[in-house]
């Protein structure tokens, strides 16, 4: 059987998947030219669905109520656009409701809020959204899945009346991007064990479950050879766990600047805005609160992201006793793929969408789920592939998208006792608060960077561990972590040493696989003086030119400057903001300028691109640019320079 699929109407305004036994749909002033839909899953049951507020334009902004039946959209129950609450409505014996919004372009009313529960209903393992749906019941069995395509959501559910074991044999799979999720499966209700991308084969697990559910879902991108994984069944099967009846959420107002909200409670669901069809509209304001019941935190796993870059924003806050907090979660725009997005120690997550009045995008999609599991603060060890991904952040550096962070600290690393923390950098970006809040090492960030940078008697390193899965080695070794520093911070090659070995004996998936790369000229001064040193001490360097040779094109940091296009060929030369320059040498140094384009490759952490980040500057590597007889026709007159995360744009 097929998953359920939205309607392509759903064109304008969120899709979201109720799942569960009971749960509560708010919609209040929902705007003008919008259409939302829900589904409501209660598959061969009763479901009972209670009004309790209903106020929309009559005459012009309906809301609709159709039954499920076969998972399609099917026969219509009512079609409302009165200002006072229908009569308890109730569907049976379907797969559940479908329910959609359609306002006009002009007024609209306060929305409605519908109370729902679900009664005798034929229990399901799979996801809402599965595109295809598989059971295997055998003893021992293999699922091979792959070379994949764009887009699919295949599932399956493997159960066998007793514990169950799976082995990868091989695994790859666009990394950050198409995942592979495992949910062990007890009474009909799943619970996530594993979710995993990339080329690193996950290890071999054993489940005392009823069964589990592995389902992979592709982006629209780019895909892989796919995965294998074996399944084996030992005898004794596990008594059901009966279903905990979810709390009801804290009361929750939202912000009266909200033009539409949605209130989003139960254990799981999905959220795709507006559509996978139109993008969404100017000067939206659309707000929504997950709920999460007690002892749980409501995670956010963002799957596809495209909004206007620095202009249309995503903004995630904690609620705490229905009250936004004034920590911010996230803050996010453009094309790149948001870390996962956690409420630790709160209620749920307030999610903001705004954009402004010019310009649109295909918004955003997610799912979102109710967890136990707090996330850690830091790691002294790395045992696994999967648990550097617990840790990593994306970098939001375009031309950085296929890689993840960790960033790490090493405090006291001149004693003979070292203590080595690999820091959750999706929570903690800044070296220093991690040290002070986490750790309660240093109050004093002057006193820190005292201890931590520029001198050879430094107490501590601080640094970064980037996994390039792309890169390729001359032998044929599929990817790459590098171990990195501030590219202006001279570390001694003593220190260097000192650090890749303690990465290395507390992250053993990285042997053989693991680099330091200098990131800077400085950098670059002291390995080639101290070779020996580092050839002695079997640590591998790899610099720039290996490391991003077959690049030609890397977009460091989006934007649009004008000026006139100047080649610079030492760095010393006078330029100014009135200049795009094409450096034939990375500087160390820079000034505000037009815009940057640089013959080498350059690293997201170089100082330039800092610079160029700071000062809103749009900077890509192009490779040998002063050479390109195109853009030479452009040299010396004025330009405008856009740099996109698929490309560039060079115009007079």
Known sequence: ASGFQFPNECNHGSRVVETGISGTITQGSYGNNV????????????????????????????LTLKKVENLAVGTQVFRNDELSAPTTTQVSGVDGAFL??????????????????CSNSVPTVFPPLCSSEEVKSTETGEISYGPYVSNQSPCWFISCGGDLSLAWSQFQTETGYDFVTVSTVDNFIGTEVLKVSGISIPAAATYAADGVVVEFKSDDLENRDGFTVAWSCSSGPTPPTPPTPPTPPAAFDFPTACKAVSVLDGTQGALDYPSTTGNYGNDEYTCWYFSCPSSKHAVLQWSTYNTESSYDMVSAFP????????????????????????????????????????????????????????????RRDVATRSEFEQLAARNNVPGALEVLEVKFVILDINTPNPRLYFMNTQKWQFHFYFVRDVLGEYSSNAQWNTDSYFFDTRKNVAGTMIAHDSYTSESGTQGLYTVEFWPTDPVAAALTVKTFQLIQSHFPESSGRLAHFPASATQITIYEDNKATFEVNNVPVITSEVLFGSVTFSPLNLGTGYGTLRIIETGSE???????????????????????????????????????????????????????????????????????????????
């Open 35 to 62: 259409r939302m839909c829900w589904y409501v899953q209660c598959r061969g049951g009763d479901l009972t669905l209670q009004w309790s507020s209903f106020s929309l334009e009559k005459g012009y902004d309906f």
């Open 100 to 117: 959609e919004l359609d306002s006009d372009r002009s007024n609209s009313g306060s929305g409605f809020t519908v109370s729902w529960t």
């Open 319 to 378: 609620v705490t006793g229905g009250s936004i907090g004034a920590a911010i979660l996230s803050d996010h725009s453009g094309t790149s793929i948001p870390a996962n997005t956690i409420s630790t120690n709160a209620d749920g997550i307030y999610l903001r969408f705004t954009s402004d009045g010019s310009v649109t995008r295909g918004g955003f999609e997610l799912t979102w789920s109710c967890s136990d599991l707090l996330p850690v603060e830091y």
């Open 574 to 652: 006078t330029f100014s903001v009135r200049d795009v320059v094409i450096f034939k040498a990375i500087p160390n140094d820079l000034s505000h300028v037009g815009g940057i384009i640089t013959d080498e490759p350059q690293t997201p952490l170089s100082h330039i691109n800092l610079k160029a980040k700071q000062n809103n500057m749009p900077n890509a590597y192009i490779k040998d640019a002063s050479a390109n007889a195109e853009i030479g026709l452009l040299v010396g007159k004025v330009v405008k320079y856009v740099v996109r995360s698929d490309g560039y744009d060079l115009t007079e």
